[in-house]
């Protein structure tokens, strides 16, 4: 089991997220490719919470073709366009994780198209 870790020998976490994940040595990985918010036909709706929904859709998606599903989530590195996105992306996580805690890292940059808003890649691990 992947185990949370927290100290307040470093700075507290500035939302939702754990300062670290120990992951078990005899643990399988998984590691997911950047998901856009993106349906199934390839669309990408013009609201920008349904991007972020559709990206932990597809995460998700992908996790359980992997047989494994958001708790083994040990890592995320987001990308949003645009400052305002980071409420959205933390809000849409938070509800997404309900409480699952892994480690995250988001940035606000360009993304390969000028319609996609949010970009969310993870690492998974899980023992068999």
Not at 19 to 31: G, H
Not at 32 to 57: C, N
Not at 67 to 89: S, Y
């Amino acid at each position: 089991m992947n185990k949370s870790i927290q100290t307040d020998k470093a700075p507290p976490s500035f939302s939702d997220y754990s300062q670290a994940v120990e992951v078990p040595a005899n643990a399988r990985t998984v590691y997911v490719s950047g998901q856009v918010g993106a349906e199934l036909d390839g669309s990408i709706p013009d609201d920008v919470v349904k991007q972020h929904e559709l990206a932990w859709r597809n995460v998700f998606a992908i996790l359980n073709a992997a047989d494994m599903d958001k708790t083994h989530i040990v890592d995320v590195f987001a990308i949003v366009t645009a400052r305002d996105g980071v409420k959205i992306f933390r809000e849409v996580r938070d509800k997404m994780f309900g409480g699952h805690l892994a480690c995250s890292t988001i940035m606000i940059a360009g993304l390969a198209s000028e319609n996609w808003k949010v970009e969310i890649a993870v690492r998974a691990a899980k023992v068999d």
